[in-house]
């Protein structure tokens, strides 16, 4: 992996939740990581659904290994202040990088 393809700042994102004194539960997201990123991959396919024409926006990333943490497909990423799903993840070697299946969340 070649330090110079990595040219995208990206931060990964993980859903915490916690409970206020009144019981109330409230789920927020908090950065994990932020991180150098080469993406692969871009890709927008539009699809007909029952309420009309919808776009999906797909991405692959390319990321060093992380120690400190395991990535999940439960988690997010932001990239330019876009947040995109995790859908897959692959490992590169034996720990040497992980390839990040992404796809844009609606708002």
Request: overall charge neutral; some cysteine.
């Amino acid at each position: 992996m070649r330090a110079g393809k990595l040219d995208h700042i990206v931060i990964l994102q993980r859903s915490v939740e916690s409970v206020a004194p009144s019981g109330a539960v409230s789920s927020e997201w908090t950065d994990m990581a932020t991180v150098r990123a080469e993406l692969l991959q871009a890709t927008a396919d539009e699809a007909g659904t029952s309420y009309g024409e919808a776009e999906t926006v797909v991405r692959s990333y390319r990321i060093r290994w992380l120690n400190n943490f395991e990535i999940t497909t439960a988690d997010r990423m932001l990239d330019g202040g876009v947040a995109y799903g995790i859908k897959d993840i692959v490992e590169i070697g034996r720990r040497r990088g992980l390839e990040l299946r992404c796809e844009r969340i609606r708002t």
